[in-house]
C-alpha cells in the first residue's frame, strides 16, 4: 500500500511539474528585444565577441537590445587586466556595474589614475550624456552597462578610437 502512494505521489508531482512548464512563454534568445518572451541564461553561456569601438583585447557580449536602435539595452564588457579606457562620452545616460574585479572611474576629458575611483564588485556608477570619462584596470574586470539606445561612443582624442 505504501508503495501505491509513493508512486501516485511522484506521479502527481510530476504531471503538476509538466503542467506548469506548459504554460510557460517559449524562451527567447540573445539579445533580447522584448517580444513577449522571457529569457534566462547563466553567465557561462554568453558569447563575447570583439568590439569596434574599443582597443583589442575587450571583449563584449549584447544581452538585451540592439545599441543602434533607441530601445532598452543591456550589455557586459570584459576588460583585461592593465586595460585603459580611454576619455569619451557616450550620447545616453551610462549605468555601470561592476560585476568582477574592481574598475579605476572617473571623470574629466585628460587620463589622470589619481583622479579614479575604485569601484568593486557590485559598485556603480551613472554617468550622464556628454559627461566625458575613463577607467582603468589592473585585473580581469567585468562591467555591465544599461540604458536606451542608441548607444556609441565618442573619443576625445580620436587618435584613442580603434575604428580610425
Known sequence: MKSIIALSTVSLALLHTFALHADMPEMGTLPYRGDGKHIMIN????????????APPAK??????????????TFRLRLPAGYIVAPHIHPAYERVTVLKGTFHFAHGREFDRDKTM???????????????????????????????????????????????
Open 43 to 54: 553567465e557561462e553561456d554568453l558569447e563575447w565577441s570583439d568590439i569596434a569601438s574599443m
Open 60 to 73: 563584449i557580449t549584447v544581452i538585451e537590445g540592439d545599441l543602434s536602435e533607441e530601445e532598452p539595452f
Open 118 to 164: 575604485a569601484l568593486r564588485r557590485g559598485g556603480v556608477a551613472i554617468m550622464p550624456p556628454g559627461d566625458p570619462m575613463f577607467g582603468y584596470t589592473e585585473e580581469e574586470t567585468i562591467i555591465q552597462l544599461h540604458g536606451t539606445g542608441p548607444w556609441g561612443i565618442v573619443y576625445i582624442n580620436p587618435e584613442d578610437d580603434p575604428r580610425n
